[in-house]
C-alpha cells in the first residue's frame, strides 16, 4: 500500500514525501467456515485497490472508499444480527411501572377517612348551629328573588334527593368498574372532605333564617349534651336526608349540601366515561341540573346557597384536575394554583401518578383460574 501526501504552508514549500508499505499476508490455512447461530457464514473480502505509487490523490480516495465500505459491511452484519436476535430478547417491565399509575390504596384509605371524618363534624356543625337559629316569628326569611316569582311545590324536594341518590349510584357502579379506582377514588373522597369542610365554616359563621315559614325545626336542646349526641347519631344514621326522616335541625343553609353532591357526582360521571357516551352524560346532567333546580322550587335553601354550592364545588374539580393532567404545572414556578393551603395534600395524594389516567374499565373481582387460561389463549392468539 503507498500514500503520498504534498503539504504546503503559505509561501513555504516543504519537499515531496513518498512513502510506499508493502504487506505480505501470510497463507491462509485451510479451515472450515465458521458457524454462527447455526447459519453458516460467508466471509467475504473485498480487492485491494491496485497502487499506484505515481497518482496519490487516487490512491486515497480509494483508500477511502474501502473504508466506508467496510463500516457499512460491518454496521450491515450488526443490523442483521440484531434483526436474528430480536424475537428472542424480550425485557419484562412491571405494568405499574410501565404505565406510572401505581394503585396505593393505602393513600385511598388516608382520603376516605378524610372524607369520613368531615361528613361526620359536618352533622355536629349542624346540631351546634341549629340551637342558633333564630325564631321564625322574630327573624322572617330573607328577600329572595327566585322566591317572588316561583312558588313552593311541596314535593320538589323529594324530587331533588332521589336524583341525588340516583347519580350517586351511578357513579358508585362506574367506580368499581374503573381499572383506576385507587386514584380515582382518592380524588373523590378528598373534594368531599374538602367542600363539606368549607361547608362547616360557612355554615358555623353565618347563621341564616330558614328560607320559609313551612319549615319544621326540632326544638332547641341548649344544654342537653345527651340529646344532641343522639341527634348527630340520628343524622348520620338516615344519611342527612329529609325524606328518612333524619334531619330535622335547621341553620345548614350557607351552601347547600345537596347542591354540592349532585354537581360533584356529575362531574365525575362525565370526566370518567367515554366522551362517545353522550347519551349517559345528557342524562346525569338532566338529573343534576333538575335537582338542583327542585332545591330551590321546593324552598328549602335560598339561592345564594344554591349558587355558591355550585361554585366552589365546580372550581375545586377543575382546579385539582388541571393540576393533576398538566404535570408541567407541577414545578412550574409561576404556577399560582399551587399557592392553594391543600397543595401539600395534593402532592402526596398525586406524587407518584405520573401520566393523566385514562378511562379503562375491567371486572371489580378477579376471574377464576380457568376464564383467565381462556384469556391468555385468546390474547396471545391475536398477538401472533
Not at 267 to 273: C, G, N, P, V, W
Not at 285 to 292: I, R
Not at 334 to 350: C, P, V
Request: aromatic content about 12%; glycine content about 6%; proline content about 6%.
Amino acid at each position: 500500500m503507498a500514500a503520498s501526501e504534498l503539504i504546503q504552508d503559505h509561501e513555504d514549500v516543504r519537499p515531496h514525501v513518498e512513502a510506499t508499505a508493502t504487506t505480505t499476508n501470510p497463507p491462509t490455512p485451510n479451515h472450515p467456515p465458521r458457524v454462527a447461530n447455526g447459519n453458516l457464514t460467508r466471509l467475504t473480502s473485498l480487492p485491494t485497490p491496485p497502487a499506484d505509487a505515481h497518482d496519490g490523490k487516487n490512491k486515497q480516495e480509494r483508500s477511502r472508499l474501502s473504508n466506508l465500505l467496510q463500516q457499512n459491511q460491518l454496521i450491515h452484519s450488526l443490523s442483521s444480527g440484531l434483526r436474528r436476535h430480536c424475537d428472542y430478547v424480550k425485557i419484562t417491565v412491571s405494568e405499574e411501572r410501565a404505565n406510572h399509575l401505581p394503585k396505593e390504596w393505602w393513600k385511598t384509605g388516608v382520603a376516605f377517612l378524610y372524607a369520613l371524618f368531615t361528613l361526620i363534624f359536618t352533622t355536629v356543625v349542624i346540631t351546634i348551629v341549629h340551637e342558633r337559629v333564630p325564631d321564625k316569628s322574630v327573624s322572617p326569611p330573607l328577600p329572595d328573588k327566585f322566591f317572588d316569582y316561583v312558588d313552593r311545590v311541596p314535593w320538589a324536594f323529594t324530587v331533588t334527593e332521589v336524583n341525588g341518590l340516583i347519580l350517586v349510584g351511578l357513579w358508585f357502579v362506574q367506580w368499581i368498574f374503573l381499572k383506576h379506582k385507587a386514584i380515582v377514588g382518592r380524588r373523590c373522597f378528598f373534594l368531599i372532605g374538602t367542600l363539606y369542610m368549607y361547608r362547616c365554616v360557612t355554615m358555623y359563621i353565618t347563621t341564616l333564617p330558614v328560607p320559609g315559614k313551612h319549615m319544621v325545626c326540632a326544638p332547641k336542646l341548649y344544654n342537653d349534651s345527651t340529646g344532641k349526641i343522639w341527634r348527630i347519631l340520628r343524622l348520620i344514621s338516615g344519611g342527612g336526608l329529609s325524606m328518612t326522616g333524619s334531619h330535622l335541625m335547621c341553620g345548614d343553609f350557607l351552601y347547600s349540601g345537596h347542591t354540592v353532591m349532585l354537581t360533584l357526582s356529575y362531574l365525575f360521571i362525565k370526566e370518567y366515561s367515554p366522551r362517545w357516551m353522550w347519551w349517559y352524560h345528557w342524562t346525569c346532567w338532566l338529573l343534576s341540573a333538575s335537582g338542583v333546580v327542585c332545591i330551590l322550587i321546593g324552598h328549602e335553601h335560598y339561592s345564594i346557597d344554591v349558587v355558591i354550592a355550585y361554585f366552589i364545588t365546580t372550581r375545586i374539580f377543575w382546579w385539582y384536575h388541571t393540576m393533576a393532567n398538566t404535570h408541567a404545572l407541577r414545578q412550574a414556578p409561576n404556577n399560582y394554583l399551587s399557592r392553594t393551603w391543600w397543595n401539600m395534600i395534593f402532592n402526596f395524594l398525586e406524587k407518584n401518578v405520573q401520566t393523566t389516567v385514562p378511562i379503562v374499565f375491567s371486572w371489580p373481582v378477579a376471574l377464576p383460574s380457568s376464564c383467565r387460561q381462556r384469556y391468555r389463549m385468546v390474547e396471545g392468539g391475536r398477538d401472533e
